[in-house]
């Protein structure tokens, strides 16, 4: 016997209405009697180095209240949507790195001093993590 995971109309319509207002396209599917979004929608995956997932990351969690950046909430939305399709192991290395850094947005440094000086952090992290 198949059991079946009936949802109520309300959840269904509660769900589209979301979608909806976070601009997300959608279709009733009159064949298979159910709703779909496009697949061109999303972007296929994209394989980050540690160093790249650690940046943007810190850059959507960190920075972005500091920069004048157009779509915050959508960079904060992207930003999730990367951290939650990343690798276990490097989603948790990031979330415990994220934890252990702050940013001072008052103080600035010399921009071909940045990545020496976020290098020297992470070996830090790695080696406090240890």
Known sequence: MK???AVSRRTVFRDLSEL???GVPYKYDAKNGGYSIDPKFFLPPIDFNLAEALSLLMLVHKVRNHLPLPFRNSALLAGLK????????VRNYCQASLQKTTIAPEQHAVIKSLDTIFNTIQKAIRKKMC
């Open 3 to 5: 059991k079946s995971s």
């Open 20 to 22: 909806q207002s976070i």
């Open 82 to 89: 990367v951290e939650n399709n990343l690798p276990a192991e």
